[in-house]
């Protein structure tokens, strides 16, 4: 070994990687890859003693999606190569995996995710439980309905693979140094400028935090919200068995919440239990180091039970080891990755649960080119760090939310699934008020939010077909396509930008031309250099200085970034968020407008309140910035309203709907009612690798607005030029069958994109989605019109309607037009 506790560390450094576990490794060794040779790697024991060093190993290519798994998948072609690359042992081995299914819903599950998975070239085989005892001939059939075979995964020896990723990096020029404990983050402003060391202070241009459990505390120090909490990880190891091959298969059993390994003839059993024990809380001691957390046999043995009632060879197997050790697990089950909303050149990699390492060789992949190209190549948005919300760094929070968030991983992924624990953090002002009312809440970015409201009959029981709020969510749908319809989506967030500066760095950073009289409302686009959309959202002009941005709360902590970054090049600009004090409620369908009339004196005629227009209303005994739009394509406004003041509102508008049919209807029937009008949704339909031509949004650029707009040039260059990418609007009418997206889109009997996204449309009586399909000589009208149409659902492939055109023609401002059928 040639570094120790005593080696002298550089005072500068291009980039500085705290954490020497296999991720920290990985991250060191694409960067030097990369050609970065001034990176250093800094270790506080030993490199691989916090959780890498006890990890199973498992190498497993399909995970809940798609991004995870093309990071899952880029990891087992690495570690196919790496030892021959860098003369390092990984012990990777192809052994195969086989996923069981104890229940049909469970087979429905790997059956979604093996249509997922054929869309990035990942075989994953649906097979008989006959077809799984020839696979692994010890399994317990007798309550089996199906499996999941891959071929192609494997396992490793974590510690073995670690040290090829420092073997690799050190080849390259990348400096490891452990027994370096690094104590604080050094900034001016909102740039790190190095780190503070218990051996002096290292001056850098990049951090990278692969600390693993200690992310969270270090990254807090300087503000950054990074939520993720230990939980205790059990497995048992066996004594030798006879007949066990060293390339069984990786066997899980998820019903059964337990997983099975081959490890030198024997047996390793881990469990992802139901309810999970989260640990460290209250801080990891100092000088952990390749530390084992005491046993809880009466917690692990009903799960070591279940792997015995799959695999009965492991009721005849003495016990060699019974194992106890933390990783890290997020609020929502998806990894923490990328830079910082709050801090120029911090950068994330933790939070893996579970998963770190089959997923290691892509995370460092990752971040190396989002530190060296500034951007990681494609959307990797629902792995973000910058979607994480500063309440979600509160201990209590996290510590509840594990103990869930464990049993997630190997629970079923239902469509619409709502995490059950830590909830209503975030509420609206009207939260009591719909409660009473029958609200079934979700959430989002924490904050609660109705997804439907309860009548006769209605359940909230998960399916991926029909869902027990089937029919709540059609009369609410009915409601704001025949009379009208309140939404609570006090979930919105509102940003003030103002200055003499804030034009024309709205300008700089929107497609649309953002300078328009007062009192009126762009929607636009928020473009990144390569024309993708870093969001959508709308913004209205108040004043000649003073702007008001509305965008989504999972898109808050993202867009304050974005508005960070660019508005340092502008002198005199000011960017407040004020959602905290502000509320929303939509009212939307053709009888909004005689509503509204009923409780406000103002104008709501085609003439005294134009599409796209906003000002100042009285309504009830309040006030409200009225905003005439809606996202639902039928007639409605948005009203913008002081939180103390949206429960008198509200009252206002229940109290007086009845003769208009007034209906509370929730983000469900929303999303129904968007998709049949084609709006898209950032996150789903629009990402930062789709451009606005590309998703049929070409109306919003301002072609001839006098100032250059960031992606223009990209824009400049697809326009008139036949697109090989666009978003289509997709329809089946095959009975009973619901989209959610990921399915495949079959031309012809060749597959040609897949759905992004996916609902029932209640108005036109079928499955919709939408997705993006490709053809090299470019997606047309004629192109689509001339071939046969399948969607795959669940490995069958049913008859579709694929165009451009979406169902019902709308204006994106909600004025409508008529139906399009074609």
Not at 29 to 53: I, M, N, P, S
């Amino acid at each position: 070994m040639d570094t120790t506790p005593h080696t002298k560390i550089p005072s500068h450094a291009r980039t500085v990687i705290v954490g020497g576990g296999i991720i920290g490794l990985s991250v060191a060794y694409h960067l030097a890859k990369k050609g970065e040779r001034d990176v250093v790697l800094l270790e506080r024991k030993e490199l691989t003693c916090g959780t890498t060093w006890h990890a199973a190993g498992l190498v497993t290519q399909l995970r809940s999606t798609e991004n995870s798994s093309r990071l899952a998948a880029y990891t087992a072609d690495l570690f196919g190569n790496l030892a021959a690359e860098t003369g390092q042992e990984t012990g990777f081995r192809r052994c195969g995996s086989l996923t069981v299914a104890a229940t049909l819903s469970r087979l429905r599950e790997l059956k979604h995710a093996a249509s997922m998975a054929s869309n990035f070239g990942l075989e994953v085989d649906i097979i008989s439980p006959a077809e799984a005892l020839e696979i692994v001939p010890q399994l317990n059939l007798s309550d089996m309905v199906g499996a999941a075979w891959i071929a192609k995964d494997g396992k490793t020896n974590p510690i073995d693979t670690a040290r090829a990723f420092a073997a690799g990096a050190r080849q390259r020029g990348a400096r490891i140094l452990e027994g370096v404990t690094v104590t604080g983050i050094e900034r001016i402003g909102d740039r790190v400028t190095g780190v503070r060391t218990s051996h002096g202070t290292v001056i850098c241009d990049h951090i990278v935090l692969c600390c693993g459990m200690w992310t969270r505390d270090l990254a807090a120090s300087v503000g950054v919200s990074v939520p993720l909490h230990a939980a205790e990880h059990f497995y048992a190891v066996t004594e030798t068995i006879p007949g066990i091959s060293h390339d069984m298969p990786t066997i899980r059993d998820l019903d059964g919440r337990v997983y099975i390994k081959e490890d030198a003839g024997r047996l390793l059993v881990g469990s992802f239990e139901t309810i999970g024990k989260p640990w460290g809380g209250h801080g990891i001691p100092a000088n952990f180091c390749f530390d084992q957390l005491p046993d809880d046999l009466d917690h692990f043995m009903p799960y070591f039970e279940n792997a015995m009632h799959r695999m009965p060879v492991l009721g005849e197997a003495g016990i060699q080891l019974f194992f106890n050790g933390p990783e890290s697990f997020t609020p929502d089950n998806r990894f923490l990755l990328g830079p910082t909303a709050e801090i120029d050149g911090l950068f994330i990699a933790a939070g893996f649960n579970s998963c770190g390492i089959e997923s290691s060789g892509g995370a460092g992949k990752l971040l190396a080119d989002w530190i060296v190209d500034g951007a990681p190549g494609a959307d990797f948005w629902d792995i973000d760090v910058r979607r994480a919300m500063p309440f979600q760094r509160n201990r209590r929070y996290l510590e509840k939310r594990t103990s869930e968030a464990m049993g997630m991983l190997y629970g079923v992924h239902w469509p619409l699934l709502e995490p059950e624990s830590a909830r209503g953090v975030r509420r609206s002002p009207l939260h009591s008020q719909l409660t009473a009312a029958g609200a079934h809440f979700g959430q989002a970015a924490g904050f609660e939010r109705p997804l439907w409201f309860a009548q006769e009959g209605s359940t909230a029981e998960y399916s991926f077909g029909r869902p027990g709020w089937f029919a709540a969510q059609r009369a609410e749908c009915v409601a704001a396509r025949e009379s009208v319809a309140l939404f609570d989506q006090s979930s919105f967030q509102h940003v003030r930008i103002e200055g003499s500066d804030a034009l024309s760095l709205l300008q700089r950073i929107s497609a649309a031309n953002i300078d328009v009289q007062v009192g009126k409302t762009v929607y636009t686009g928020w473009l990144n250099e390569t024309g993708g959309f870093e969001s959508d959202l709308t913004l209205t002009r108040l004043g000649e200085r003073s702007f008001m941005a509305v965008t989504t709360a999972a898109q808050k902590t993202r867009d304050l970034a974005w508005l960070r970054r660019h508005g340092k090049d502008f002198d005199s600009v000011s960017v407040v968020d004020v959602s905290p004090g502000q509320s929303t409620i939509s009212v939307m369908g053709p009888k909004s407008r005689a509503l509204l009339q009923t409780v406000s004196p103002d104008d709501f005629s085609d003439e005294g309140f134009p599409v796209g227009s906003a000002r100042t209303i009285e309504i009830g005994d309040g006030l409200a910035i009225a905003i005439r739009m809606s996202f639902v394509g039928e007639l409605g406004w948005e009203l913008h309203v002081d939180s103390d003041m949206a429960a008198s509102v509200h009252e206002a508008l229940t109290a007086n709907g009845g003769p208009f049919g007034l209906r509370l209807a929730g983000y469900h029937a929303l999303d129904s009612l968007r998709m049949e009008c084609g709006y898209r949704d950032w996150g789903l339909e629009i990402t930062d690798e789709d451009t606005p031509l590309e998703a049929g949004l070409g109306f919003a650029i301002a072609w001839d607005k006098p100032t250059d707009f960031l992606g223009r040039s990209v824009l400049e260059r697809q326009r008139g030029a036949p697109l090989p990418k666009r978003l289509c609007q997709v329809r089946t009418e095959a009975a009973d069958i619901f989209l959610h997206g990921t399915e495949p889109l079959w031309r012809d009997g060749k597959r040609v994109g897949f759905l992004k996204s996916g609902a029932f449309g209640h108005t036109i009586g079928s499955a919709i989605g939408m997705g993006y399909v490709h053809n090299t000589d470019g997606v047309t009208p004629p192109w689509l019109e001339a071939a046969s149409w399948e969607v795959e659902v669940a490995g069958e492939r049913y008859p579709a309607t694929v165009q451009l055109k979406p169902w019902l023609a709308k204006t994106l401002l909600g004025e409508s037009r008529q139906p399009n059928r074609k």
